[in-house]
């Protein structure tokens, strides 16, 4: 049997859509487990852990649990953080203090790093802590998953937002430019794609990060499909940038987090200044961009059915996975081959997902690199699951 | 009994969740009448009417017209154009040669003045039409009316994306302005206020264009609520003015359509001008902004099951209407009296709801000019119907 402790969990980086299902799998299955006592949940991340900020989630009602889990954003908080050596310290302080043996820390691979780090001095202080990383990222560009939770519900977010603004841009049309997040990855842009059935259905065009962005090819791109269709949507990630591999967004801001990562959400210069280079370089009068933002990663009442039950998942076998093995790491998603869609879970190391980023695979692009393969939609429409249906009159000439 | 002709119905202004629950309600109850011949569509409004690009709608299958009923955005295309006296001599022609008696054009107020002058056009002709305006907006300011078709659904598309952006703001902390369509009336922004139910829930400002925006006042409020929360999160009209009426993004947009309406929406100017007089006027360091955009009104899958409702009767209304009496006017939603909610249409006559702007009224605005009282979101819920459920942690400290 596993040794008696108390457990830590938290939330960090950008909230999702079903990180909570993800805390709450995590809660509900620790209560079945007579190793673990205290379920601590720590507020804001490890800035929350550094001050002792704990709440108690043995004291909340199932119903309440439920509540949350089906709730969008960390309902403990986030930060975005990464420990210094003295923050380390601190934290090893605290942990020994409280009698922590299962640290669950909830994330991206900026997270995983984090855990990576606390892991690698806990060891060195030959503290005994079990301590795993639970994969969250909408950008689902994390190394050694298939997909990661979250990125479902906002791919399905994306693909309805690009579909009604398509049906817009039918009504009315001209040029229209969505931003999409993903800073380094293009997963969340390339879902625009999904709900495409019409041969002249939008977006037009898809500009990922994994393709160095090229004002010219952009304008040429634009006025072929305009002059074809007398319309253009474009999906544009946020985080698409230069042969050179200068952020296009960096022009237009200059803020950085301590990850040193340039502010690119939260602001919708990236679309104007892409809408201003189409109303300079052509003669089309109709110009219009809207960034998507927050909304991406926490609208509530539309999330995936199979990402929510996924992320839920993904939080028990954390813990199931902590409490039989005396080790650490990050669960993995892995798909199992055949035409049905299914998943299995797997202990990776931590370091196999911290920081570095996962690409979108070459097979998913379409070699002028302004748009998504089949291979992609066949990837996706899985994870996202139902989407909405769309009519369109038949519409014979009167 | 009516005379026999055909009828023509079209789309205009900016589309909205439920536009063509209003058109399938006029042409599935068309279809009821023996008095109607030709049931056809014109593209894109009066300009499809000019150049009689038609569609048959009666060779539409069932099924089909319901598919496109529960499609966000104008299935036949929209248009934003005044007629000219040139052009309603052009359209007048078109009547005539394809014997129109029974025309219908849905919209907004710019819409129905497009209805009134086509209409006072074919009175001076002697041409006899039945000349019906079908209300459409998500702006809710038609006059004559309780609220409109397309607002309930815009309505709870605002609601939610406030109430999740909220949810995010209190998982990492800082200000987040929304940025909210509503050129005139603020109908659509005080909708942020709907999922509120925690004492500290946001948003927590909401400034509306019936009142006049000043940068000293915003900077005050912002800087009393992040005192007090540590957070705060903003709706703003796009709409918002100074004391001499001039629309603050005006600053930063110089294009206009042919109602003389500068562009509002399509561009994140505004939201990005506010948070840098935030960022330049406080200490604050994390501050966002994000503009809601077209999303909020084509988005498909969350409409107001209530709105839906509506939008389609007030289609069969039109059509039944002017069927029965040789008239003309625009379609009104009526409130009865009672706790429960329900409505009544009534026909009102074209000038009452043509060109002008039905605004918030003072009782729905706090008095300090910066937030909705609780009889706006007695007036506004059962419109918006079923919101989704938040959970929050009962957060017992550990």
Known sequence: MAKKGNMLIAQSGGPSMVINQSLIGAVVEAKKHAEIGKILGARHGIQGIMKEDFINLRKESAANLEAVANTPSSALGSIRKKPTAADCTKIFNVLKKNNVQ??????????????????????????????????????NDLRQNDHTPGFGSAA???????AGDDLDNRALPGVKIDVIMGRHAGFLTAAAALCRTQPDDGPHLIYLPERPFD??????????????????????????ADKKGVAIAQKFTSEVDSHGNVQLSGS???????????????KIS?????????????????TSEVDAKEAREVGAF?????????????????RKPGKKYSVTYKRVMLRQVARDTRHVPDKF????????????????????????????FKGVKA
Request: proline share 3%; charged share 25%.
């Open 215 to 240: 004002e010219k090819a952009f304008v040429r791109d634009v006025k072929a499909v305009y002059k074809k269709l007398g319309r253009c949507v474009i999906a544009v990630s946020e985080g698409i």
């Open 365 to 392: 692009i379409n070699k002028a690199g302004n748009n998504v393969t089949q291979s992609f939609i066949d990837y996706a429409l899985p994870i996202v699951g139902k989407l909405p249906k769309i009519g369109h």
């Open 268 to 282: 919708g210069a990236l679309g104007d200044a892409l809408a201003g280079v189409i109303k300079d370089k052509t």
């Open 102 to 139: 299962y640290f669950f820390y909830i994330g991206g691979n900026d997270s995983a790093e984090t855990a990576h780090i606390i892991n690698e001095e806990a060891k060195a202080a030959k503290y005994d802590l079990r301590c795993f990383h639970i994969p969250k990222t909408i950008d």
């Open 156 to 162: 399905k977010f994306v693909a309805c937002a690009v």
């Open 318 to 334: 954390a813990v199931k996975t902590a409490v039989k093995s005396n080790t650490d790491g990050s669960i993995a998603i892995k």
């Open 286 to 302: 109709r110009v219009r961009a809207d960034t998507f933002g927050y909304l991406q990663r926490s609208f509530p009442g539309i």
